[in-house]
T-cell receptor
Framework: GEDVEQSLFLSVREGDSSVINCTYT??????LYWYKQEPGAGLQLLTY?????DMKQDQRLTVLLNKKDKHLSLRIADTQTGDSAIYFC???????????????FGTGTRLTIIP | DADVTQTPRNRITKTGKRIMLECSQT?????MYWYRQDPGLGLRLIYY???????NKGEISDGYSVSRQAQAKFSLSLESAIPNQTALYFC????????????FGEGSRLTVL
């Protein structure tokens, strides 16, 4: 089955850039997602990228996709204390599951901001 | 008011008890999901439903059952709770036209003693 891996922890100084990495095994993934979970809350969709793209930028967020290496990253520029959260990547496989699409989530990366 | 509401938010129970977690949504979405979150394991899918008459097992359905009572309601039951079912449980919804964009409730923290 699909497998999505992330590092569990990342610490970054306020104002620096954060880079959160994710690797996945399913070569037929069509969309890849980043979700954010703030303390005591459910997950919220941050951004997503279609598999035929290699980069997507949205304000402070940059998503990079390397399909050959099955590697996805999320860069947060000018990291702020409000960015402290757990970040989950997720992949969606449509090609083998059309009409039955589900997400497979990674383990989540806890981002801690150092003042 | 939250679009996806879970009750109860916190529950402590004893081994062997029956527990029901409830989820209701006002987003009008057809798809609903139950996930379980454990530290270091991420989110794992328990059950999902793509419409009222559709129920599907996820990757960790053993020990759980669900009921989709209406389009807006999806409940998760633990028939006989055990300690390793202690976890944070999330309900989520999505629209079939945008299946990867999930909307989550705030979670139900269950502790089984």
């Amino acid at each position: 089955g699909e497998d999505v891996e992330q590092s569990l922890f990342l610490s970054v100084r306020e104002g620096d850039s954060s880079v959160i990495n994710c690797t996945y095994t399913d070569s037929s993934s069509t969309y890849l997602y980043w979700y954010k979970q703030e303390p005591g809350a459910g997950l919220q969709l941050l951004t997503y990228i279609f598999s035929n793209m290699d980069m997507k930028q949205d304000q402070r967020l940059t998503v990079l996709l390397n399909k050959k290496d099955k590697h996805l990253s999320l860069r947060i520029a000018d990291t702020q204390t409000g960015d402290s959260a757990i970040y989950f990547c997720a992949e969606r496989d449509d090609l083998s599951n059309f009409g039955n699409e589900k997400l497979t989530f990674g383990t989540g990366t806890r981002l801690t901001i150092i003042p | 008011d939250a679009d996806v509401t879970q009750t109860p938010r916190n529950r402590i129970t004893k081994t062997g008890k029956r527990i029901m977690l409830e989820c209701s949504q006002t987003k009008g979405h057809d798809r609903m999901y139950w996930y379980r979150q454990d530290p270091g394991l991420g989110l794992r899918l328990i059950y999902y439903s793509f419409d009222v008459k559709d129920i599907n097992k996820g990757e960790i359905s053993d020990g759980y059952s669900v009921s989709r009572q209406a389009q807006a309601k999806f409940s998760l039951s633990l028939e006989s709770a055990i300690p390793n079912q202690t976890a944070l449980y999330f309900c989520a919804t999505s629209d079939r036209r945008r299946p990867g964009e999930l909307f989550f409730g705030e979670g139900s923290r269950l502790t089984v003693l």
